[in-house]
């Protein structure tokens, strides 16, 4: 069960866009999803919900009466980070200084019919995606490892597992890079080398043949401009330009 809180300060725009995103899911790809709607008119009655129950997608009115959408992004990405965060609003200068709040999406207000629909799509997709698992056996020990917290995997030397390094800890599984590879395939990985998938939502910067992960690692693209650069640059991008407002 998906749960959609919707927070504006106007009624009319709340049920307008409550309306948009019950048409939104019944599209083909999204007709069997589950999912329940919360429409709040004051930012403090989402706080006092959200303390109780958890949010999966925020569609967030930037310009309210005290607290302000910023504030109330401020508190969802402090405190509650996994939910996805849309902002709606007329003023598109507040655009650059939401992207601190890493937005899933930032919509313009006078557009909402066109780009809504696109955006309840993609971040319930992104969900499914989160709440996706890889199935690791390791000796006699077999566990499910969430997709969103890995952030890259490299086959272990001289073997055919590979080791796992994750947000919290690291696995070692038993199955070869190229099957690993095959699984994660609809997911946000590219393939720096043969022996190293990384996860790009983890990918800091690309420098060169260097690849800097947020959490400090450096790992190297094979071969330059004649081996896998070019690939690794495009998948990245198309990653990118994916997630972009």
Do not use: W
Not at 38 to 51: E, G, H
């Amino acid at each position: 069960m998906i749960t959609i809180a919707i927070c504006d300060d106007e009624e009319i725009h709340n049920l307008h866009t409550e309306q948009l995103i019950r048409k939104s899911l019944c599209s083909e790809i999204l007709c069997d999803v589950e999912y329940r709607i919360c429409v709040f008119s004051n930012s403090s009655s989402l706080i006092d919900f959200a303390k109780c129950e958890h949010i999966d997608i925020l569609l967030l009115d930037i310009h309210m009466p005290e607290p302000d959408g910023i504030s109330v992004a401020k508190y969802f990405h402090s405190e509650l980070p996994d939910t996805l965060i849309i902002f709606l609003s007329n003023y598109e200068q507040y655009v650059f200084y939401s992207m601190r709040f890493s937005p899933f999406r930032f919509i313009r207000k006078s557009h909402i019919s066109k780009e809504l629909p696109e955006a309840m799509i993609s971040a319930v997709l992104a969900l499914t995606v989160k709440q996706s698992a890889l199935d690791v056996s390791s000796g006699n020990c077999q566990q499910k490892i969430p997709i969103s917290k890995i952030i890259y995997i490299e086959k272990i030397k001289g073997k055919n597992y590979a080791e796992i390094f994750c947000i919290d800890e690291n696995f070692t599984c038993r199955k070869c890079i190229s099957a690993i590879e095959k699984e994660l395939a609809p997911h946000n990985f590219t393939k720096l080398n043969s022996s190293t998938l990384v996860n790009m939502k983890y990918i800091h910067r690309i420098d060169g043949c260097d690849v800097y992960l947020e959490n400090g690692v450096l790992l190297r693209i094979s071969g330059g401009r004649g081996g896998r650069l070019k690939a690794v640059k495009e998948d990245f991008l198309r990653y990118m330009r994916s997630d972009v407002i």
